[in-house]
């Protein structure tokens, strides 16, 4: 892990292929899409961290790697919110040595600080669904999480969610991140909604427990909204402040930075 975790007030995510430098460089911290073929250097303000995302619970199809995995047995059922997306087996041997020897190697290779792990839920679903058939998902997602971080030993680790996981590997990341905690996109009924008190508390009960594990773990939020209705995004950010996580509210789409309204 890093020797010095820096506080992490403004951060942001951007998985486009045009982020604005110069509104890049404002954030403390940002999640960014590896594979696009640029420069991160102009991206970087003073003291930021660069986190390169990787889905470890699901691979999508547009993947250059996708057709060897599935090849290997590695992916499973399509993610029904997003069809071309199919979950990974954490389990299989091929999926693990990939991420090990490929996939974290080429994003620390570009210039990144850390990763961003995303999708761990998808284990958790899996095993919930078919306890018999996939013994050991989360388990396996432990297990990985936990060699990445021996294997690299100082670099940044941010995670999303994974909540199956998270009392496990709490003091093996720097960072956790309760996705949708105040306002989501609802899937079924195509907009925004604000989640009920009791998801919020759900989900900040179990992120303040895995600090409780790991003092130095930062906390983070990523709300949902319009971005025009600047008087509700600025509520969204005040909310979660106020409880003590460092925030960021976009669209769904994620395909650009969204500037904080400003008070």
């Known amino acids: ?33 590896p594979d696009h073929m640029r420069p991160i250097a ?9 986190l390169g995302y990787l889905s470890l619970g699901e691979v999508d199809r547009s993947r250059p790697f996708f057709a060897e995995l599935d090849a290997s047995g590695a992916m499973l059922k399509p993610n029904p919110a997003w069809p071309s997306a199919r979950m990974a087996d954490l389990r299989a041997a091929s999926w693990r040595r990939y991420v090990l020897e490929n996939l974290v ?15 761990l839920d998808s284990a958790e679903t899996l095993e919930r669904a078919s306890p018999v058939e996939n013994a050991g998902m989360i388990a396996a997602g ?9 294997l690299f030993p100082r670099m940044f680790v941010m995670m999303n969610r994974g909540y199956a996981m998270l009392p496990e590997v709490a003091t093996s990341i720097d960072a956790a991140l309760g ?16 989640a009920s008190a009791s998801d919020w508390i759900w989900q900040a009960t179990r992120l303040r427990t895995a ?19 600047t008087r509700t995004v600025a509520d969204l950010y005040a909310r979660e402040r106020a409880a003590g996580f460092s925030p960021y509210v976009a669209t769904l789409a994620l395909d650009h930075l969204v500037r904080e309204p400003e008070a």
Do not use: H
């Open 179 to 194: 996705e949708a905690m105040a306002s989501r996109w609802n899937f079924a009924e195509k907009r925004y909604e604000m």
């Open 105 to 119: 190697p080429a994003i620390l290779a570009t210039g990144y600080d850390g990763v961003f792990f995303d999708t």
């Open 211 to 229: 600090r409780a594990r790991n003092p130095s773990l930062s906390l983070l939020t990523l709300d949902y909204w319009e971005t025009g209705d």
């Open 1 to 33: 892990m890093l020797d010095q975790r820096p506080r992490i007030r403004c951060w942001g995510i951007d998985y486009g292929a045009d982020t604005d430098p110069a509104l890049a460089r404002s954030y403390d911290m940002l999640v960014l899409e």
């Open 42 to 50: 102009p991206l970087r303000g003073p003291s930021a961290l660069l």
């Open 142 to 150: 432990i297990s990985l999480v936990k060699a990445i971080r021996s």
